[in-house]
């Protein structure tokens, strides 16, 4: 079956250290993957993707690289910010022609991420 | 523009009592998802419409629950009757269809969350 693990938090960092936390997967077909983003108080919000094998997603000095020999998809910032205390969830989707429109999301069970000045 | 509105926002209610939460989705969103979000299971699909059309209910945790989409700016989520397990974070989200762009189809399936509705079920 399909299924999303990612490492177990909370991960507690000092402001400006580098984060990596860790995502792999199991899926049957090729997944799309995903980093959602959930700052205290809020909605969960999509913070980047990648469709294809070596793929490498961005956005705000977070990047995750599609690794389909190791299935994987790590998260990574080389300096993070007390603003970027959140927890982040790892999910794939399986779609295409033979998984049909299927819009359900198979998620990780979230790392908390705190970040001290 | 406005992101997927849910409400209330907190309901504190007892067991027994019938629950309702609602949401509105992004307009032009025409698949809507609903979420409950406890620390025990994490994040849970419990259905998720398209064109409101219930797809996929197998997440409903039983027969308390039921889930409606009476046009495409409205939806419910309802609880009748609650229970203390029931207490969660429930979130709405929504999503845009496939679209074309220099003939080629794409489909992100980027969801878009509610704030979410806090239920506590005393």
């Known amino acids: 079956g399909n299924s999303v693990t990612q490492m177990e938090g909370p991960v507690t960092l000092s402001e400006e250290a580098f984060l990596t936390i860790n995502c792999t997967y199991t899926?049957?077909?090729?997944?799309?993957l995903f980093w959602y983003v959930q700052y205290p108080g809020e909605g969960l919000q999509l913070l980047l993707k990648?469709?294809?094998a070596d793929d490498k997603g961005s956005n705000k000095g977070f990047e995750a690289t599609y690794r389909k020999e190791t299935t994987s998809f790590h998260l990574e910032k080389g300096s993070v910010q007390v603003s970027d205390s959140a927890v982040y969830f790892c999910?794939?989707?399986?779609?295409?022609?033979?998984?049909?429109?299927?819009?359900?999301?198979?998620w990780g069970l979230g790392t908390s991420l705190a970040v001290n000045p | 523009d406005a992101g997927v509105i849910q409400s209330p926002r907190h309901e504190v209610t007892e067991m027994g009592q019938e629950v309702t939460l609602r949401c509105k989705p992004i307009?032009?969103?025409?698949?809507l998802f609903w979420y409950r979000q406890t620390m025990m299971r994490g994040l849970e699909l419990l259905i998720y419409?398209?064109?409101?059309?219930?797809?996929?209910d197998s997440g409903m945790p039983e027969d308390r629950f039921s889930a409606k989409m009476p046009n495409a700016s409205f939806s419910t989520l309802k609880i009748q009757p609650s229970e203390p397990r029931d207490s969660a974070v429930y979130f709405c989200?929504?999503?845009?269809?496939?679209?074309?762009?220099?003939?080629?189809?794409?489909?992100?399936?980027?969801?878009?969350f509610g704030e979410g509705s806090r239920l506590t079920v005393l």
């Open positions: 999910a794939l989707r399986i779609w295409g022609r033979r998984a049909g429109n299927n819009r359900k999301l198979i």
């Open positions: 990648a469709t294809k």
């Open positions: 989200a929504s999503s845009f269809p496939p679209f074309r762009t220099g003939g080629k189809l794409t489909d992100t399936g980027e969801l878009f």
């Open positions: 419409f398209n064109n409101n059309v219930p797809i996929d």
């Open positions: 307009s032009g969103h025409d698949y």
């Open positions: 899926a049957t077909g090729y997944p799309s």
